[in-house]
């Protein structure tokens, strides 16, 4: 392994988009050659990450059509991480000089937007790591040579995004390559990392700019309506109990109830009998508020038709309140819910454009 390095290290000074014969070269050590030293261990990898065998994914590109400036070959847990631009991996980034390469526990750096697939918010990616280093504090704590930024030199967007990226990477230099027993020894430590991340993605409702628990939960339901079967989605962890949902769902009309009283509003909770949740009164004011509540950062929430119908009737006299960020506590039961972060938009004017259909009813004609 030590070898291939070195050759694709070699390699990456004489870079250019198309693909002339040292690419073809680096194309060759990228796609068959690494791959298939990887493979080589996939038993001790699947131990390593506590997953199936015939989970462990292994894929090494250099770039379809052009070539990329960073080459880079991965270990993922094919449920979790199907495609490179999503889900948590383990993988080895060459530098633009040649001087280094980086074996690095990091995430899908772009994500579709708008039906094009698009960088990441480096804040956003920041945000990720937060999540993902204290997982895995206890087991990083034993070694001193793990560095948390890495530097690939790269000039484009799609090598900037693995460098904002990288959880934590172990670098190492073109002239001081270990021996292939030690590369084989941090191979599995580092996915040993990758598999106590999965372990705790699993168990989180709600990942620093993945698609939002309540969100999910319509998609899938929808999907199941309309008779379809939906593979696992990688990163996505549990979808909410009834519990949990109901904790949720008093928070955030506990704090929107306290936002409005202290206003001077009279409120009252009307989501029993109503379309929307809080009926509000103030001399010859009137409010009508929908509330909505998500563990989530809140970018997303999920409306009925019948909820958007009567907003769009009561507007102006209407508002939005989205409490995110709540936390739930299972140390009772049922949970119970804290903290929240309160927004609110008033008058709230519903725009055809910030809408997302998720399914439709179609007339047969039968």
């Known amino acids: 392994m030590d070898d291939l390095l070195s050759k694709v290290m070699d390699l990456q000074p004489a870079w250019q988009a198309k693909n002339s014969v040292p690419m073809q070269r680096r194309g060759v050590l990228i796609r068959t050659d690494m791959p298939n030293w990887l493979r080589e261990h996939r038993e001790a990898i699947a131990e390593a990450m506590d997953v199936p065998l015939k989970d462990v994914g292994i894929q090494g590109r250099d770039g379809a059509g052009q070539k990329t400036e960073v080459a880079w070959a991965r270990v993922f847990s094919q449920e979790r991480s ?102 084989t020894k941090d191979l599995l430590f580092m996915t040993h990392l990758l598999g106590t991340v999965y372990k705790a993605e699993e168990a ?103 909820e958007v119908d009567r907003q769009r009737e009561l507007a102006p006299h209407n508002a939005l309140v989205v409490v995110h960020s709540i936390s739930l506590d299972h140390s009772t039961e049922p949970p119970s819910a804290a903290g929240g972060v309160l927004h609110c938009t008033s008058p709230w004017i519903i725009e055809d454009d910030s809408l997302t259909v998720i399914s439709y009813v179609h007339r047969t004609g039968l």
Do not use: C
């Not at 319509?218 to 519990?243: V, W």
């Open 82 to 183: 199907p495609s490179a631009t999503g889900g948590w991996y383990v993988v080895y980034l060459f530098d633009m000089s040649g001087d280094r390469v980086y074996l690095s526990l990091n995430q899908g750096t772009t994500k579709w937007n708008g039906g094009e697939l698009k960088p990441r918010d480096p804040s956003e990616l920041r945000r990720r790591n937060d999540w993902a280093r204290p997982v895995i504090r206890e087991q990083v704590s034993t070694r001193s040579d793990l560095v948390r930024a890495i530097d690939l030199g790269a000039r484009g967007p799609l090598g900037q995004g693995y460098e904002s990226g990288n959880v934590i990477a172990i670098e190492y230099r073109r002239d001081a390559l270990p021996t292939p027993e030690v590369l």
């Open 204 to 306: 989180t409702l709600h990942l620093p700019g993945d698609v939002a628990v309540e969100v999910r939960e319509a998609q899938e339901s929808a999907d199941t309506t309309a008779g379809r079967r939906r593979s696992r989605r990688s990163g996505q962890g549990f979808l909410l109990t009834a519990g949990e949902r109901r904790a949720i769902e008093l928070r955030a009309v506990l704090l929107a109830t306290e936002h409005f009283q202290a206003e001077g509003w009279s409120v009252k909770d009307v989501g029993a009998t109503q379309s929307y949740d809080l009926k509000l009164t103030r001399g010859d004011e009137r409010l009508h508020v929908e509330v909505k509540g998500t563990t989530s950062e809140g970018t997303q929430v999920i409306l009925t038709r019948s």
